[in-house]
């Protein structure tokens, strides 16, 4: 017969490994930051399960747990910064907002702080890069670039023909990326993202004052 203090033994070392009822959403989070601290300073290729796990101080086997793996860690990880874009703009609009100021917020989203930290801003080139090899992120990043098109189209369209409304918001999508891009890779300092946000509100308004009726 077996000793009851083995039975009691086992079950503590069972739970003791087992996640917490109620902590998901922390443990997510947890791991989905460890992730985005990582790959800024390893690249995503040197990201592995123990460089995640050894951020957050957990173990290895939540991962797998919680996200099945790397790849879908990777992927929950786009997810929360395409996320964070658009909670940064709808702490801003309501049905309200004139859509030239509507305009605005949308460039003021995409030159946020969180969108300037050195560890999101090299994990988003990192992502950038891979998508070209990865069917998964490729679709996110095809849902972050429709979804730019999409909120500048729809204001555009309040002020000029639905035609050129669609040119406008093309246009004013490739020069937020653009001039986005091109602070991240001169490594520039705040007042850069700031010069580089009041040039993408200009070239908006100039396509306001070009386009619009």
Aim: proline share 3%; net charge positive; with cysteine.
């Amino acid at each position: 017969m077996c000793n009851p203090l083995t039975f009691i033994f086992i079950e503590r070392s069972i739970n003791k490994n087992m996640p917490k009822v109620g902590m998901e959403p922390v443990r997510r989070e947890q791991l989905i930051k460890a992730t985005i601290e990582s790959v800024a300073e390893l690249g995503l290729q040197g990201t592995t399960i123990n460089s995640i796990s050894k951020k957050a101080g957990l173990s290895s086997g939540i991962i797998s747990h919680y996200f099945g793996g790397k790849q879908g860690l990777i992927e929950a990880t786009v997810r929360y910064l395409l996320s964070s874009l658009k909670v940064e703009l709808m702490a801003k609009v309501n049905s309200e907002t004139p859509p030239e100021q509507r305009l605005m917020y949308i460039v003021e989203a995409n030159f946020a702080l969180v969108q300037q930290r050195k560890d999101t801003t090299r994990t988003w080139l990192s992502f950038w890069a891979q998508s070209m090899h990865d069917p998964e992120l490729h679709r996110l990043q095809n849902v972050n670039s429709k979804r730019l098109y999409s909120n500048l189209a729809s204001s555009f369209r309040q002020l000029m023909s639905t035609e050129n409304s669609k040119r406008a918001a093309q246009l004013s999508a490739a020069m937020i990326d653009g001039l986005w891009l091109r602070a991240v890779l001169s490594q520039s300092d705040k007042d850069q993202f700031k010069h580089s946000e009041q040039l993408a509100k200009d070239y908006v308004h100039s396509l306001i004052s070009q386009y619009g009726a």
